[in-house]
């Protein structure tokens, strides 16, 4: 940041104007995208390339400029901040794991396991958004001094949020500490909910957010990755919020489909307007059914190809979404 962040206060209760959705995003453009295999450690679903890295990158950013171009076509605002060459941050697409803003002026950075992935945190790219969004800044809660004593938690790919009740949803694993999640959800007034996932081979999940999406009306949830002693609990809370509960099995989930995210636009013709984005992979490992009953609680689907994104990275549509909550 170009200037001293204030000091941050514990938020207080929310209040109605809460949203569910924002209705601008940031992004970062890959510069040198690519295999990272010190993240490979922990994130099961990232593939070795099978191209040399130049064709790599190139893919990349063709991928993305595609996701951009649908969210700006669909008139979700969205602020793309170019990725830097030196130092080289191969996951850098992934700005959510870095960063969240808050409607309340709130900035969040997080503690991050990969030590490479430390270099994506830049104070000017929060300066772009404050800039390019006119999102006020009113306070920084900086949390990354967890890093020295190996405690992480990595943005919204570690949380899920439903700001309407005020409850985060978090799975324990390498990248995701309970003690951090409580201190986070303590600073910005949410209601922790912690819990055990694991892949079908009984490995944690790297992120909640590969498990798990929250909506205006619909949720999505891989019960079957909850573990059994914890999965009532989880589910009795999504189901106490009143939203369609779209359930996933370990195969929809290893195709991405929890890793999806809901926006706010506004068209003039029919006023405030719902986009959910999706990959296109996660779009076809969807049953009819399900896809039907999650089409029913949004206005539109977006699903966008980033084959290469998802193979190389392990992340799919969701991780590549900072969501920004523009002042109501």
Known sequence: MSTDPPVAEPAVERHSSCRQCADAVMVVRPAAFGYNSETAGTNTFQRPPA????????????????????????????????????????????????????????????????????????????????????????????????????????????????????????????????????????ELGYEPIVFSAVDRGGVPLYHTNVLMCIGEKAAVVGTEAIVEADRGRVMERLRASGREIIELGHGEIERFA????????????????????????????????????????????LAIPIPTIERLGGGSVRCMLAEVFLPA
């Open 51 to 186: 191209a040399d890295g130049a064709a790599e990158v190139a893919a990349a950013r063709r991928e993305f400029d595609g996701l951009a171009g649908a969210l700006t076509g669909d008139g979700v605002r969205v602020c793309i901040v170019e990725d830097t060459l030196d130092p080289p941050k191969p996951d850098a697409v992934f700005p959510n794991n870095w960063v969240s803003f808050h409607e309340d002026g709130t900035v969040v950075l997080y503690p991050m396991q990969p030590a490479s992935r430390r270099r994506e945190r830049r104070g000017e790219i929060i300066d772009t958004v404050a800039d390019r969004l006119g999102y006020p800044v009113s306070r920084v809660l900086d949390l990354t001094s967890h890093e020295n004593h190996g405690r992480y938690l990595e943005g919204t790919g570690s949380l899920v949020l439903d700001h309407l009740e005020r409850t985060a949803y978090a799975c324990i694993s390498p990248r995701t500490h309970p003690d951090v999640v409580k201190e986070w959800a303590k």
């Open 258 to 301: 929890g890793n999806m995210l809901e926006l706010g636009t506004w068209d003039e013709a029919l006023g405030d307007y719902r986009v959910l984005v999706m990959s296109e992979t996660a779009r076809h490992s969807l049953s009819a059914e399900s896809f039907a009953r999650l089409s029913a609680c949004t206005d539109e689907v």
